[in-house]
């Protein structure tokens, strides 16, 4: 994996922005006391208590190479503290048959004191452009709110189902795989979770591959992890010893009445048809589970047909995983298309980063090219780059955006056909 490093350049633009009202900005990872202070700001921006030295020491161990920048208020009372965050790394994301590296955005936050007077604005649109810059051709995001993004040229891609499973209710009618669960210590867990994560997110739209010390929160594998005790590790190995699957979770307790008992389904990781059903119907058997509650499903699950009361599955869908493409050419050419056709695509972008007018052509092998259209083409459809972005995975077909008002085009089903998918997008955690 490559990274944008921190050492960088920022976008001229953007330091001027910020310098003009007054502030400063830096990379906050060149010192203990600066990474200190901007994971403690970024801990209140996201509602959380003040982090522990042992949190604080974690953090610095993990991301001394990431790209963390501050904005600073030297007119504060403690101006060492931003009052903009921001953090990003270069993430591999899956696209249908291929995938892209992606500037992944994470830690953004501005002070309440500083708030709605464009620090955001400033901040995300001059690192965007820096990533473009730097090659990145798509950037993305896990989002707090939903109505933040859409103005940088983002949307959702992929979805993401929550459920609350009535263990009772549900009833196994799927298959009973051969081979073995398991538990595992959290360590050994931790040990095989990244190898089993990357074969899943080969053939998984929308999954983008773990930042290393990221496994260390999920495993509570490391000092700083508050309940680590209370994380659960089962995994399942095929007759042949291959480890294919790994369930995290933990229990919360009904004190007035064990055998309703809640399982909180924390990680799901099943790399072949055999682990999938394995691992399910083992945690729909546990003794004293009343209620398993799991979230970032795909909101395709093949869970939904293998159990016999689909009622007993409430599930509800949220937007989880946004996408900004950076490089229309770069990003539609990185991945496969099922069918041959050629499309000229008229793209807006309401940050002048990566919009114009393309011509996409798809060949049997599933390969696109995409070049420049002349000034005189008529548009096959007309959209934004959000649209676009939306549409980059399958998730979302283009009849609906049509129907939602969101792009033109005389053909919408033609252009739906071209950016269909076989696999249901999903990311399977939040970053
Ligand atoms: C990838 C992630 O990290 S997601 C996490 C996002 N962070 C949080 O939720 C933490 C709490 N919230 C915050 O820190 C801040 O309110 C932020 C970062 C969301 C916004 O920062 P601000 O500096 O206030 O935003 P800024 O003033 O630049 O606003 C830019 C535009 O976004 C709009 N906007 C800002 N925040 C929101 C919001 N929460 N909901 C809807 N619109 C918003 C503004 O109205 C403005 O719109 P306009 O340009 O059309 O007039």
């Not at 999954?207 to 290393?212: G, L, P």
């Not at 008002?405 to 696999?423: C, H, K, M, N, Y």
Request: charged share 25%; aromatic share 8%; proline share 5%.
């Amino acid at each position: 994996m490559s990274q944008l490093r921190h050492d960088a350049e920022f976008d001229p633009t953007m330091v001027t922005e910020i310098t003009d009202r007054g502030y400063t900005v830096q990379r906050a990872n060149v010192s203990r006391e600066l990474m200190d202070a901007w994971r403690s700001v970024v801990s209140r921006g996201f509602l959380d208590s003040e982090p522990t030295d042992e949190q604080l020491a974690a953090f610095f161990d993990r991301n001394k190479d990431y790209r963390l920048i501050g904005i600073y208020d030297p007119q504060a009372a403690v101006p060492e503290m931003p009052v903009a965050t921001l953090g990003a790394w270069g993430a591999r994301l899956t696209v249908p048959g291929g995938e892209l590296e992606s500037f992944a955005v994470s830690a953004v936050t501005v002070a309440p004191t500083h708030r709605r007077r464009g620090l955001l604005r400033s901040l995300l649109g001059g690192e965007l452009r820096a990533a473009a810059h730097a090659g990145f051709p798509i950037a993305s995001l896990t989002v707090s709110e939903s109505s933040i993004y859409g103005r940088f040229g983002f949307a959702p891609a992929a979805l993401a189902a929550d459920a609350e499973i009535s263990v009772r209710q549900a009833g196994w009618i799927g298959p009973e795989p051969d081979g073995r669960i398991d538990f595992l210590t959290r360590e050994q867990g931790r040990a095989v979770a990244d190898e089993l994560h990357e074969r899943v997110r080969a053939g998984r739209p929308g999954e983008v591959d773990h930042r290393a010390g990221a496994w260390d929160y999920t495993f509570g594998t490391m000092p700083a992890v508050e309940k680590a005790g209370a994380i659960r590790v089962v995994q399942y190995r095929s007759p042949a010893g291959q480890v294919d699957g790994l369930a995290v979770y933990t229990v919360t307790e009904n004190e007035t009445n064990f055998p309703d008992s809640t399982l909180n389904l924390q990680r799901f990781i099943a790399a072949t048809d055999d682990a999938y059903p394995a691992l399910w119907r083992f945690l729909l058997s546990l003794d004293l589970i009343g209620t398993i509650r799991a979230s970032e499903l795909s909101i395709d699950e093949p869970l939904w047909w293998m159990i016999a009361d689909r009622r007993a599955a409430r599930v509800s869908v949220l937007d989880h995983h946004y996408l900004r493409v950076l490089d229309v050419a770069a990003a539609l050419e990185a991945r496969r298309y099922d069918r041959t056709d050629e499309l000229v695509l008229d793209v807006s972008d309401p940050l002048g980063i990566a919009g114009g007018r393309f011509h996409l052509t798809t060949a049997e092998s599933g390969a696109a090219t995409v070049r420049p259209a002349e000034s005189s083409a008529t548009p096959d459809v007309e959209l934004g780059i959000a649209e676009l972005s939306a549409m980059l995975l399958g998730g979302v077909s283009a009849v609906t955006l049509a129907r939602a008002g969101r792009l033109r085009s005389p053909d919408p089903e033609r252009v739906a056909r071209l950016f269909a998918g076989t696999v249901t997008p999903q990311l399977s955690f939040w970053y």
